[in-house]
């Protein structure tokens, strides 16, 4: 069974930080790319950052870069996304997916490129 896990998520103060974890069963877990997508209460899901099966490759939407990192340990099957700095606006459900497309993970950025997504954990950023 093909499965993704997100944990991590809770209540934080503005600026403060937060790491998310995607753990991943089922699939062999180097061949896929991994994205972190986020969706707030009445908006549509968005795009957050990607990263390729090697971890050598990364890409950020412009609101998030400098402050949110993207991360996998490919032993622990695991994926992580580093989020510093928070801002109210990143209050969302935070969704973990796993693409099998072997394309550049910069053009990865609709939630249509990947097949597999974990159940969301909720962000709740407090000013």
């Known amino acids: 069974q093909v499965q993704l896990v997100e944990s991590g998520g809770r209540l934080v103060q503005a600026g403060g930080s937060l790491r998310l974890s995607c753990t991943a069963s089922g699939l062999s877990f180097t061949t896929y790319n991994l994205g972190w997508f986020r969706q707030a209460p009445g908006k549509e899901r968005e795009f957050v950052a990607a990263i390729s099966g090697s971890g050598r490759s990364t890409y950020y939407t412009d609101s998030v870069k400098g402050r949110f990192t993207i991360s996998r340990d490919n032993a622990k099957n695991t994926a992580y996304l580093q989020m510093n700095m928070l801002k109210t606006d990143d209050t969302a459900v935070y969704y973990c997916?796993?693409?099998?497309?072997?394309?550049?993970?910069?053009?990865?950025?609709?939630?249509?490129?990947?097949?597999?997504w974990g159940q969301g954990t909720q962000v709740t950023v407090s000013s």
């Open positions: 997916a796993a693409s099998g497309r072997m394309r550049a993970v910069s053009t990865l950025t609709r939630w249509a490129d990947y097949s597999v």
